[in-house]
């Protein structure tokens, strides 16, 4: 108990310096950024909105300009039933890209921000 309340506090934090210190995203053209939304219509970001992995990766997601849906894994069930039976456990940040038909879960979040970057910056 005592450990949720100290691990929210620092999540609530965590999210409080984000929110002040947020950097300005990238600049594109107009059609850059209707490819570039296009390209992430097929992904979805599954978080948790105090846990500071999901933070790190939400804050490069907006320095880079992506707009990503994201799905609250903690108190939506649906999202966090389809992230433990599709991705295979109950872990996030999880950036689900479903192209060609088929679903790739990508957990970690430097992995994701490393894919973001490579495919977006």
Request: with cysteine; net charge positive; charged share 30%.
């Amino acid at each position: 108990m005592l450990l949720k309340l100290i691990r929210n506090a620092l999540g609530g934090l965590i999210w409080l310096g984000d929110r002040i210190t947020r950097p300005s995203p990238i600049k594109r053209s107009a059609d850059a950024q209707l490819a570039a939304d296009k390209a992430t219509a097929n992904m979805a970001l599954y978080q948790f909105p105090l846990c500071p992995f999901c933070i790190k990766t939400k804050r490069a997601m907006h320095r880079l300009g992506l707009n990503i849906e994201k799905r609250n894994a903690m108190s939506d069930l649906a999202h966090r039933e389809r992230l433990e039976k599709e991705g295979g456990q109950i872990k996030v940040p999880c950036l689900l890209i479903e192209e060609d038909g088929e679903a790739r879960w990508m957990y970690e979040s430097n992995d994701i921000i490393a894919y973001l970057e490579k495919r977006f910056a």
